[in-house]
């Protein structure tokens, strides 16, 4: 079935991609330039050319078949003027014809003739001011549409040529570029472009090294004179882009363009008499009876139909697709990005409509995540009409939209500051609302730090941390909990002394959020001042430290590469005689999980064992707690590896603090997509998949021993109970949960049994495992 393009809007768009002005990635080249001998556009002469631009879309695979369109036009440029190198260009765009590739078309190519508005659009002569290659002004009919001005400027571009070799900024119709010229003959030379930027582009910059979509773009332009080099016998531009996830590079598309300039015929014609370049315009503009306007080569942004812009009619359309039972599969997600485009466009009226509106009741709660994503002035002025954040009633719609904008790549920092205002103003803020309100807050503060323009936003960052800062010294006991979450979602550089601060004086709750604050700051800040306090935590040299401060003093110690003499030192450490056997076990297994990752740390650690006798034998590498750290493939791709990383923290047989870290990596770079806290009632499910990944035959309840605290082996006892308390004495009609002990005779952490106890035990796990 052929494409419908009978409508302006999509007309415009075909014109944009053709020749480059498109906000996407097809960049028209060009050149700027001369070189001596050369006399292009010689006045007194008019060359006619054929126009031939093909545009096709494609996967990036081979097998696919690619769509796409071209169009072909008569072109006729005459130097009506001169003065000097300063040359006045009339030109002349002679019946545009759309072509359209299809499946019924006769000809190898697989492209037909179609009509399109592309006929009946005015089109009239423009001027150029040309001067030894370099395009001064372009001047176009002033009753033209924006996509005939966009399609001739993208024209003019072609014409900017340098004829000599070297490097130039241009600025054209794919905004402002490094153009190369290089010398392939004495007539031909070859320009290649790069870093095109325009401020009216639209871009998005997602900051995650992983989820951005990047760009790969090839733009050459042939230009090859004739042997008296007098007027360009053609012009050749190709371009190459390929829009690919750095994750999964084989998700990506391809758009392919080519303009062709062939050369025609040439003949003499009139020149016009006049003393100056304005004399010359003025005499054409009475001549044609134009009014011509000056313009740039920057091409304009084109309009789209109204009924694109509504938000309410693209609900009702999508309403269907918008269902919370369907959330997470592919329908809904094709839906949000048309809505998420949408709202970004829509007035702050058509996006309250539907927010009012009945009909959308049901699917409300996913408008709030749209919403949130979108963050335009508008959108965020609705929605601050339609909820209120200090509304007891509202409180679950205002964590919906909360959410969303913590989440969105692109925060608005005009969004963040109406935030920060209400989270000043209002005292009367549920609690809930108030605590996603200040982690909202974090989080967009730090993700407005890595956009490319974030020197533009260092004073709502800086208010944000000072509002967190002060509220974090102003609260007592628990009420500090949320600001240490909230500083770990800042992620700010300046805010590591605060929170090493409450790592040597704070409580040890206050140390143990502290660490998980600074641990998320990734590597590349952890600092010397850091390294050192993580030191005199996980030895504890200065004073005694919770074991979870330990631990994540250990990861940060671990994982920031150490020297030779502190990864010996950790490993002597299992050895020694420090009580904290679920530390020692948690040490070994995070070393020996990033041994098992990289051959480099692996045999660094082996030197160290194999030179120390006492450490080199199963006494001393024997794990000794249940604390347990590993890691599993969830992905594997030639372009980037997923790993599920586990980290389980046990103290007296008690699970303490569980994690599990989906971790993107690709060329040896590492990026934590997000982190799962294990709850230990209903995480059992998770934990028996992993056991099965890993092909450990370990019973399920064992498994449970690991997470469950010993209130909720109460609640889980239940499920069970009853099978197992008639293959017990009567003394032992309470289940003691207490396989693993005996299961593992090296666990020195835990009280002896005797023989009758190992008995009843082991017979208790047989019975267990059969229920699996």
């Known amino acids: ?78 130097a009506v003027w001169e003065n000097d190198e300063q040359r006045l260009l009339k030109i002349e ?27 009946e659009l005015t089109n009239k002569p423009f001027l150029m001011v040309w001067k030894n290659g370099k395009i001064e002004k372009i001047l176009l009919a002033k009753t033209e549409e924006v996509s005939m001005v966009n399609l001739k400027k993208g024209f003019a571009s072609l014409l900017q040529i340098q004829l000599s070799e070297g490097t130039v900024d241009e600025t054209d119709a794919s905004g402002k570029c490094t153009a190369t010229y290089t010398s392939q003959s004495s007539t031909k030379i070859v320009k290649t472009k790069s870093n095109c930027t325009s401020d009216d582009f639209y871009r998005v910059n997602n900051p995650h090294e992983f989820l951005r979509v990047n760009r790969n773009s090839f733009i050459t332009v042939e230009y090859e004179a004739d042997s008296s080099k007098t007027y360009l016998n053609s012009i050749v531009a190709r371009e190459n882009h390929v829009m690919y996830l750095p994750i999964k590079e084989d998700i ?28 010359a315009i003025e005499s054409i503009s009475k001549t044609e009876g134009l009014i011509f306007t000056q313009e740039t080569l920057l091409t304009e942004r084109e309009s789209l139909d109204e009924e694109t812009h509504s938000f309410t009619k693209q609900v009702d359309s999508l309403r269907g697709y918008l269902d919370a039972k369907d959330l997470g599969s592919l329908k809904p997600a094709k839906a949000f990005i048309k809505l998420v485009t949408t709202a970004r466009r829509a007035s702050k009226d058509d996006i309250s409509k539907a927010l009012s509106s009945k009909k959308n ?19 965020h002025e609705a929605v601050m009409k339609s909820i209120h954040l200090d509304n007891e009633n509202q409180i679950e719609v205002s964590e919906r939209y909360l959410w969303a904008t913590s989440f969105s790549s692109q925060p608005n920092p005009d969004i963040a500051e109406n935030l920060l205002k209400q989270y000043k103003k209002l005292t009367n803020i549920p609690p809930k609302i108030q605590e996603t309100l200040v982690l909202t807050l974090g989080s967009m503060a730090y993700k407005l730090g890595k956009l490319p323009d974030k020197k533009l936003h260092v004073k709502i960052i800086r208010d944000i941390e000072e509002t967190i800062l002060n509220n974090l010294d102003y609260a007592k006991g628990e009420n500090k909990f949320v600001f240490f979450r909230a500083l770990k979602n800042l992620h700010s550089p300046s805010t590591i002394t605060v929170l090493l601060n409450y790592v040597t004086n704070g409580t040890q709750k206050e140390g143990v959020l502290a660490w998980k604050a600074i641990k998320a700051f990734g590597p590349d800040l952890w600092d010397e001042r850091i390294q050192s306090a993580a030191v005199k935590a996980f030895f504890q040299l200065d004073r005694k430290y919770d074991s979870s401060s330990r631990t994540l003093a250990a990861d940060i110690l671990i994982e920031s ?30 070393i020996g999980m990033l041994a098992d990752e990289d051959n480099t740390i692996r045999a660094r650690v082996q030197k160290i064992i194999r030179k120390n006798p006492k450490l080199n034998n199963y006494h001393g590498l024997a794990p000794r707690g249940l604390s347990l750290a590993l890691t599993r493939r969830f992905m594997s791709n030639p372009y980037s590896n997923g790993s599920l990383v586990t980290v389980q923290e046990m103290k007296s047989g008690i699970a303490k603090r569980g994690t599990v870290d989906v971790v993107l990596d690709k060329h040896g770079f590492s990026k934590e997509l997000f982190s799962v806290s294990i709850l230990y009632i209903f995480i059992f499910i998770w934990i028996e998949t992993i ?16 997470v469950l605290t010993r209130k909720a082996v109460e609640v889980a006892e239940t499920s069970v109970s009853r099978r197992l308390y008639t293959q017990f004495p009567t003394g032992h009609r309470k289940l003691p949960f207490q396989p693993v002990s005996c299961y593992n005779s090296l666990d020195r952490s835990m009280p002896k049994y005797t023989s009758a106890d190992r008995h009843y035990r082991y017979q208790m796990i047989f019975h267990l495992d059969s229920l699996k």
């Open 1 to 78: 079935m052929l494409p419908s393009i009978s409508s302006y809007s999509f007309l415009y768009t075909l014109f944009a991609w053709l020749l480059g002005f498109c906000y996407g990635f097809v960049l028209l080249s060009s050149a700027a330039g001369h070189n001596a001998g050369v006399r292009l556009f010689d006045v007194g002469s008019a060359v006619s050319y054929k126009l031939h631009s093909t545009l096709l879309f494609d996967e990036n695979e081979e097998s696919t078949k690619d769509v796409g369109f071209y169009i072909d036009a008569d072109v006729v440029i005459e």
């Open 93 to 119: 765009l002679k019946s545009p014809r759309l072509h359209i590739k299809s499946r019924k078309a006769p000809t190898p190519d697989g492209f037909i003739p179609h009509w399109s508005k592309l006929e």
């Open 252 to 279: 990506a598309c391809r758009v392919k363009s080519e303009q062709i300039l062939s050369y025609v015929s040439s003949e003499k014609i009139r020149i016009l008499e006049a003393s100056t370049v304005e004399e």
């Open 361 to 379: 009741k049901g699917i409300l709660l996913q408008l709030y995540d749209i919403l949130g994503y979108a963050q335009t002035k508008d959108s």
């Open 561 to 590: 590469q150490p020297n030779d003499r502190l990864l010996e030192d950790i490993l002597n450490f299992l050895i020694g005689t420090d009580p904290a056997y679920e530390v020692k076990q948690y040490a070994n297994r995070k």
């Open 691 to 706: 056991a099965l990944a890993q092909q450990v035959r370990i019973p399920l309840i064992t498994f449970l021993r690991f």
